[in-house]
């Protein structure tokens, strides 16, 4: 199926990491324009912009100046922008029972997923709301759908992207017109590269699958397959408001 996405231009942010590389690499297979935001992975961007003869941009997406040139920037350099995925986010390693949880991590958590993704929006929709088109993808978790021990901060950050952020953004969106469409992805336990290299044990990908029907973890390319279809005005011209799950049939967190 041809998804129309040929010569689309396309900004994807946290275009650097394991599920934002695939992400860039699957919407260059179509034949996009892809500029790749990253913050921190400057050389590991431009590598990927060479390979999919796009273009890296760098920003802090916590700081609003730096926020509010990125998608002008993407603009000036495509000449337009079609699609934007707001992907980048930030997890912490380290499990942190909520009574211990240090205000700091609570506000950085909260500032590298939820303001990230709002600034992201919000350059997004001053620009949809001049062109009258545009499809715009959050990135979400099912961490955000069930919860997560440990991780109280980004799993809330990450529900209020795919609730309250997700069902104002379509509306708001379609004030603009019926053109412009916006939707979430909510990946799962997926196996990046950085965390296949760190090694998961048997014991851990058992209770991560416990309550998913298809009992194996998801890769990159399955959560980017997804943002495609949601891309796609010929694939989901009449989706917006929606977040598609990628999880195996993930029913509940037992870790």
């Not at 998804?3 to 690499?25: D, M, P, S, W, Y």
């Amino acid at each position: 199926m041809d998804l129309g996405l040929n010569n689309a231009r396309v900004l994807v942010t946290g275009g650097a990491g394991g599920i934002g590389a695939e992400i860039v690499r699957a919407f260059a297979s179509e034949g996009a324009q892809v500029t790749i935001h990253y913050h921190t992975s400057g050389d590991a961007a431009r590598a990927l912009a060479d390979e999919v003869g796009g273009v890296a941009i760098g920003a802090d997406l916590t700081i609003e100046d730096q926020a509010n040139v990125l998608i002008p920037t993407a603009v000036e350099v495509m000449g337009g922008l079609d699609v934007c995925v707001a992907n980048a986010g930030w997890y912490p390693q380290q499990d942190q029972a909520l009574w211990d949880l240090p205000l700091d991590r609570w506000r950085s958590v909260m500032d590298r997923n939820l303001t990230a993704t709002f600034l992201t929006a919000r350059g997004f929709l001053k620009h949809a709301a001049t062109t009258e088109r545009g499809s715009l993808v959050l990135v979400g978790s099912t961490a955000g759908q069930f919860g997560e021990a440990g991780h109280a901060d980004y799993a809330a950050a990450k529900g209020a992207i795919m609730s309250g952020l997700l069902a104002s953004v379509k509306n708001e969106a379609a004030r603009i017109g019926d053109g412009v469409r916006v939707n979430a992805v909510a990946p799962g336990w997926t196996i990046t590269p950085k965390r296949a290299a760190a090694g998961i044990d048997d014991d851990t990908i058992a209770a991560a699958t416990a309550t998913m029907a298809r009992k194996e973890l998801a890769v990159p390319g399955d959560v980017a397959r997804q943002i495609l279809v949601l891309a796609s005005d010929v694939a989901s011209a009449h989706q917006t408001g929606q977040i598609v799950t990628v999880a195996g049939g993930m029913e509940g967190r037992i870790i």
